[in-house]
């Protein structure tokens, strides 16, 4: 009993040391520190502090370019191979010939499919709001489509300008060809592409979780707490939030492999889902859905009447758009619609470029944390 207590004297001795030599730490005071300093770097915003702000963003982009500089030059081979196939491309584009024709059609469809990638990765991004852009772009381009085809009774839209704008064809179908199926098929192309591109919009945080995995993150490690907690609200969760998407993180932490998540992922959001969002589009747009739909508006008791009307102006105007019949103008509804999505739009885009700056500003301001810490560890 002795020879333990004089033991524990020793220890205590030894830890009272190390405390007044700085190297003890104090758990609590650690994670107290921590605190401090996450919610220095979340005030770190152009509302509040926007020249520091500014300042951090700017020095986190040379820190970037640094970074991707020093990878660049290590990896010449493919940077060199990477510029010649692009002067090719360039002289292959600008030199007149008759390989122009081939030329023109393979950057329309570039375009196109470019075009609804990225919506996709934006639609995966959430523009910093969460918001979807199948409600904002592919939804209403599904919809636009499936109500062309019920009232030309064709989906052979004259190309161009469509798909800049529908518009029916000179000779129309008969009425009732129009089948589900052949609006899918109409719209396959742009859907599939939105799919693929919600796909590698989930791939950044798969690797940066598998970096912070195969880096040998510490328990003690301040973002390895934050994933933690994530994946506890998630499990606790009854009910997913849309508003942010957990597979890429789980995925990458738990060092599932790259084609086995990227190829699940690719599977269910460009065909299992796409199909699903096509089908209840195409049904809730079509033609005896929407009549029914304005006569449940007018037989609202008191207002129905009211509301009934714009929108069997709004129908009525967008099928002499359909017949080429614009001598009519656009109604006043239309207009307004229109200025509403487009500042709706605007505002969204304002926001996610807010939010990118407001994040860079704090990474470069973790940095400067973290350089800190590690000089204090060292005296």
Same mark, same amino acid.
């Given at each position: 009993?002795?020879?333990?207590?004089?033991?524990?004297?020793?220890?205590?001795?030894?830890?009272? *040391?190390?405390?007044?030599?700085?190297?003890?730490?104090?758990?609590? &005071?650690?994670?107290?520190?921590?605190?401090?300093?996450?919610?220095?770097?979340?005030? +770190?915003?152009?509302?509040?502090?926007?020249? =520091?702000?500014?300042?951090?963003? !700017?020095?986190?982009?040379?820190?970037?370019? *640094?970074?991707?500089?020093?990878?660049?030059?290590?990896?010449?081979?493919?940077?060199?191979?990477?510029?010649?196939?692009?002067?090719?491309?360039?002289?292959?584009?600008?030199?007149?010939?008759?390989?122009?024709?081939?030329?023109?059609?393979i950057e329309k469809?570039?375009?196109?499919?470019?075009?609804?990638?990225?919506?996709?990765?934006?639609? &995966?991004?959430?523009?910093?709001?969460?918001?979807?852009?199948?409600?904002?772009?592919?939804?209403?381009?599904?919809?636009?489509?499936?109500?062309?085809?019920?009232?030309?009774?064709?989906?052979?839209?004259?190309?161009?300008?469509?798909?800049?704008?529908?518009?029916?064809?000179?000779?129309?179908?008969?009425?009732?060809?129009?089948?589900?199926?052949? +609006? +899918?098929?109409?719209?396959? +192309?742009?859907?599939?592409?939105?799919?693929?591109?919600?796909?590698?919009?989930?791939?950044?945080?798969?690797?940066?979780?598998?970096?912070?995995?195969?880096?040998g993150a510490e328990?003690?490690?301040?973002?390895?707490?934050?994933?933690?907690?994530?994946?506890?609200?998630?499990? !606790?969760?009854?009910?997913?939030?849309?508003?942010?998407?957990?597979?890429?993180?789980?995925?990458?932490?738990?060092?599932?492999?790259?084609?086995?998540?990227?190829?699940?992922?690719?599977?269910?959001k460009a065909i =299992? *889902?796409?199909?699903?969002?096509?089908?209840?589009?195409?049904?809730?747009?079509?033609?005896?859905?929407?009549?029914?739909?304005?006569?449940?508006?007018?037989?609202?008791?008191?207002?129905?009447?009211?509301?009934?009307?714009?929108?069997?102006?709004?129908?009525?105007?967008?099928?002499?758009?359909?017949?080429?019949?614009?001598?009519?103008?656009?109604?006043?509804?239309?207009?307004?619609?229109?200025?509403?999505?487009?500042?709706?739009?605007?505002?969204?885009?304002?926001?996610?470029?807010?939010?990118?700056?407001?994040?860079?500003?704090?990474?470069?301001?973790?940095?400067?944390?973290?350089?800190?810490? !590690?000089?204090? *560890?060292?005296?």
């Amino acid at each position: 009993m002795a020879e333990n207590g004089k033991n524990c004297d020793q220890r205590r001795v030894a830890m009272n *040391k190390e405390h007044h030599n700085g190297n003890f730490t104090d758990p609590s &005071s650690v994670n107290e520190k921590k605190r401090r300093e996450r919610e220095e770097r979340q005030n +770190i915003v152009l509302w509040r502090q926007p020249l =520091i702000t500014l300042q951090y963003f !700017s020095l986190e982009i040379l820190v970037i370019l *640094k970074e991707w500089t020093s990878k660049l030059w290590h990896r010449q081979s493919i940077v060199v191979s990477f510029l010649l196939l692009l002067a090719v491309l360039i002289a292959t584009y600008y030199v007149e010939g008759v390989h122009q024709q081939y030329v023109q059609r393979i950057e329309k469809q570039f375009l196109l499919y470019a075009y609804w990638i990225g919506l996709g990765i934006l639609s &995966s991004v959430g523009l910093g709001t969460g918001l979807h852009t199948f409600l904002l772009y592919l939804g209403p381009h599904i919809a636009s489509v499936t109500l062309a085809a019920y009232e030309c009774n064709s989906v052979n839209f004259p190309e161009p300008p469509y798909p800049d704008q529908i518009i029916c064809p000179d000779e129309e179908g008969t009425e009732g060809t129009i089948s589900l199926w052949s +609006i +899918i098929s109409k719209v396959r +192309i742009e859907a599939c592409m939105w799919g693929i591109g919600t796909a590698i919009g989930e791939l950044p945080p798969y690797f940066m979780a598998r970096a912070a995995r195969l880096s040998g993150a510490e328990p003690d490690d301040e973002e390895y707490q934050e994933f933690e907690e994530m994946l506890e609200h998630a499990e !606790s969760a009854q009910i997913p939030n849309p508003l942010f998407d957990l597979a890429g993180i789980t995925c990458g932490h738990f060092l599932v492999p790259f084609w086995t998540f990227f190829g699940a992922t690719l599977i269910g959001k460009a065909i =299992i *889902k796409m199909h699903i969002q096509k089908i209840f589009v195409i049904i809730t747009f079509s033609k005896h859905i929407v009549e029914q739909m304005v006569a449940f508006i007018g037989a609202v008791p008191g207002i129905g009447p009211s509301l009934q009307k714009p929108f069997q102006e709004y129908l009525e105007a967008q099928r002499q758009k359909l017949h080429h019949k614009s001598e009519m103008g656009t109604p006043q509804g239309e207009n307004w619609l229109s200025w509403m999505f487009e500042k709706l739009v605007v505002v969204m885009v304002c926001y996610f470029i807010l939010s990118i700056i407001n994040s860079m500003a704090q990474s470069y301001a973790k940095r400067i944390q973290q350089r800190l810490n !590690s000089e204090e *560890k060292t005296k």
